[in-house]
Each structure stands twice: as structure tokens, then as C-alpha cells.
């Protein structure tokens, strides 16, 4: 049964990711289908990420009350449906209607699963796991490719991930029963008089120096992610394709890098491992922002700080119940994943703002200013809980 359900876990991690890059792999076609600016796209991801991270900030009341399997079968079924009222939508205005419980969905579910990995499974558990939520995100686009090309149309790709959510769904209210571990970590946990409220968790020693490193670390992933075909393309003279599949790079490594860790988590701790991420991610930053003329050093910096990045955000999820106890860890965690979300999406917009108005080559030092931040708060939340032990 544990291995059934672990089974599960990992295919609903595949989910998570699958609907994550729809949009920007059929925004191409569907702005101009729908006749609205090229622009609008950033209207949607908005709403997503709005609705995520109120759902983030509820996840503790409803994990209390339905347990963290119901709140992840429901999550799911939420995301399918708006992902279907995504593929019948023939204006704008329903696009904007259907991204509320497609934004509510995902960041429910997003809170209860990782919380549950991280109190029932070993660190190495949720590096892989992370590495199958890359999976889905690396899926989808193809879905949504060959839909394009046979001439299906965008909205048969979303109707084809929205169906295989729906097949998630049912089996993950049929695996109900199976989430009632023998330990009762969980059943204690729900049955805590009161969930804990924000400024509460927020007065907990060291809480918010783990949101300002998930802050960072979602800030410093998403612009990296987002500007760095420009980046080489306008700073370091490389040609558009050969940046393009580096910057695909930065998402493999990051994913390559998840399943490897793996392999060390459980031996080298959670601590370790994101201090070596972040070191691995400052020398990939360096190598990035070297001037023209050594460009295969900026390449071979993106790839870096892509495996600099895999263990990071696992690690912080992972070594959260014993950072702050089983009983404040799913409120905390919620906080982070709504922390994450707000650096994933304002950060890379204010990149923009800084490109256009002052210059691209400024993109290494934007970068590094997370890193640093992302290290200090991560090694100033080391200090509290070493002396909480």
C-alpha cells in the first residue's frame, strides 16, 4: 500500500507540471484566434498566480479540515476543470473566468502534496519527485505541439491534458483510504484545535528568513528561465537557436539535476544540499556575467545554474517539519509556496522594466543579488534552528 500509493504521489507530481506550460506554448496561436494583444498573456499567468497564492495562504485550514488526499483529488478535479473551460473558451474574458480555479487548484494541491511528502517520506523522495513535476512541465508543450500540427488547434491540447487530470482525479479519490498512514502523523495533525494563522506563523523563529529564500530562489529560477535567450542573444552576440536550446538547457539541468540528487539526499542532508546549490548557483551567475568574446563560459554558467537550482527548492520544502515541527509545517509551508510565487511572478516583469529602460547586460547582477540574498537568509535560518536544537 505505501508503494501505491508513493506511485501516486509521483504521477500526481506529473500533473502538477503538465499544465504549467501550456499557455505559453499555445499563446502564439491563441492571441491571435481570440484578437487580443500578444501582451494579454501576462493578464492570465496574473489570475493563475493570484489565485495560487490565496489557496496557498488557505492550504493549512483545508488540509486541517479534509486532510491533505481530499484537498489533493479535489485540487486536481479544479485544475481539470478549468483546464477544459480553458479548451471551450472562444474569448478573452472566459480565458480570465477560468484561470481563478485553475490558480486555486494548483496552489492547493501544490502545498498539501509537498507537505505530506515531506512529513511521511525521505528527502530523496522529494528531489524526484520535483524531477517528475520538470517531466510534466517538459510534456505538455509536446501535447499541445502536435495538436497545433495535425491542425487540432489549441484547444484540443488543453481539452487532451485536461482529460488525462481528469483520469488523475478519479484515481486519486479512489486512492483516498490510502493516505491514512499507520504513524498518524497525519490524523493528529488535522485534529489541532486551530490552524495557524499568518501572523503567527510569521512571530516562529526563522520563518521569515525561509520566505525571503524562497522568495528569492523562485525569483532568481523564473527570471533566469525567462530572459536568458535575450540575455545571450543581445549581450553576448550568440545566435538565437544556439541560445534558445541553452536555455532549454537551464530547464533540464534543473530537472537532470533533481533526479541526481536523488541519489545523495538522504547522506548529505537537506542543510547541504542547499548550500551547495546556491554556491553551484553564484559560480554559474560568474560565469554567466563574464563580457563578450569567452561566450561558451556564459553557456556552460546557464547549465550550472540550472543544477545549482535542483536541489534548492526540494531541500527548503523538504526540511521544513523539522526546521518548525510536524504541527506548524503545513501552515508554514503554505506560506512559502505563496512567498515563491509572489518572487515567480513579479520579479521577472521588473527585469523587463530594468532591460528596457536601462540595458540587458544588467541581468548577471539582478541574478546575483538573489543568490546572495538567497544565501544569507538560507544561512541565517541554519543559525536559528541550530540554536532552537
Not at 509521483?10 to 502538477?16: R, T
Not at 540574498?373 to 541565517?380: A, D, G, N, P, V
Request: include cysteine; glycine fraction near 8%.
Amino acid at each position: 500500500m505505501y508503494s501505491f500509493l508513493l506511485i501516486i504521489i509521483y504521477i500526481a507530481f506529473i500533473s502538477l507540471g503538465l499544465p504549467d506550460s501550456l499557455l505559453g506554448s499555445a499563446w502564439p496561436v491563441m492571441y491571435e484566434q481570440l484578437d487580443v494583444p500578444i501582451s494579454y498573456a501576462g493578464i492570465v499567468t496574473m489570475i493563475i498566480a493570484g489565485g495560487t497564492i490565496v489557496s496557498s495562504l488557505m492550504s493549512d485550514k483545508l488540509t486541517r479540515k479534509l486532510g491533505a488526499g481530499l484537498v489533493t483529488a479535489i485540487s486536481v478535479l479544479m485544475t481539470a476543470v478549468a483546464l477544459f473551460g480553458f479548451s471551450i473558451s472562444n474569448s478573452f474574458i472566459l480565458l480570465c473566468l477560468w484561470a481563478i480555479p485553475y490558480g486555486l487548484g494548483a496552489g492547493a494541491v501544490d502545498a498539501a502534496l509537498n507537505n505530506y511528502v515531506a512529513l511521511h517520506y525521505a528527502s530523496r523522495h522529494m528531489s524526484w519527485l520535483h524531477c517528475f513535476w520538470g517531466i510534466g512541465a517538459a510534456v505538455s508543450p509536446y501535447i499541445m505541439s502536435y495538436c497545433l500540427t495535425s491542425g487540432c488547434g489549441w484547444n484540443r491540447g488543453y481539452s487532451s491534458v485536461a482529460i488525462l487530470q481528469f483520469i488523475l482525479t478519479a484515481v486519486l479519490f479512489i486512492s483516498l483510504p490510502l493516505w491514512k498512514r499507520e504513524n498518524n502523523i497525519e490524523n493528529s495533525y488535522e485534529t489541532l484545535p486551530t490552524p495557524l494563522s499568518l501572523p503567527q506563523a510569521l512571530k516562529i523563529k526563522g520563518v521569515k528568513f525561509v520566505l525571503l529564500t524562497f522568495f528569492s530562489y523562485c525569483a532568481l529560477e523564473t527570471t533566469t528561465g525567462l530572459w536568458a535567450s535575450s540575455y545571450l542573444v543581445k549581450f553576448h552576440g550568440i545566435d538565437s537557436e544556439t541560445a534558445a536550446k541553452f536555455a532549454s538547457l537551464f530547464f533540464l539541468g534543473i530537472t537532470f539535476g533533481r533526479f541526481l540528487c536523488g541519489f545523495i539526499a538522504d547522506k548529505i542532508g537537506d542543510k547541504l544540499l542547499i548550500r551547495f546549490g546556491i554556491m553551484a548557483i553564484i559560480l554559474g551567475v560568474i560565469l554567466l556575467g563574464i563580457p563578450n568574446g569567452r561566450s561558451i563560459l556564459a553557456l556552460v554558467g546557464l547549465v550550472i545554474i540550472g543544477l545549482g537550482c535542483a536541489p534548492v527548492y526540494p531541500s527548503l520544502i523538504h526540511s521544513t517539519p523539522s526546521n518548525f515541527g510536524q504541527e506548524n509545517s503545513q501552515a508554514i509551508i503554505g506560506i512559502q509556496m505563496a512567498s515563491a510565487y509572489v518572487g515567480s511572478t513579479f520579479m521577472p516583469p521588473l527585469f523587463g522594466l530594468i532591460a528596457d529602460n536601462i540595458s540587458i547586460g544588467i541581468y548577471p547582477i539582478y541574478l546575483i543579488c538573489f543568490s546572495i540574498l538567497m544565501l544569507i537568509m538560507s544561512e541565517m535560518l541554519n543559525r536559528v534552528i541550530a540554536v532552537k536544537e
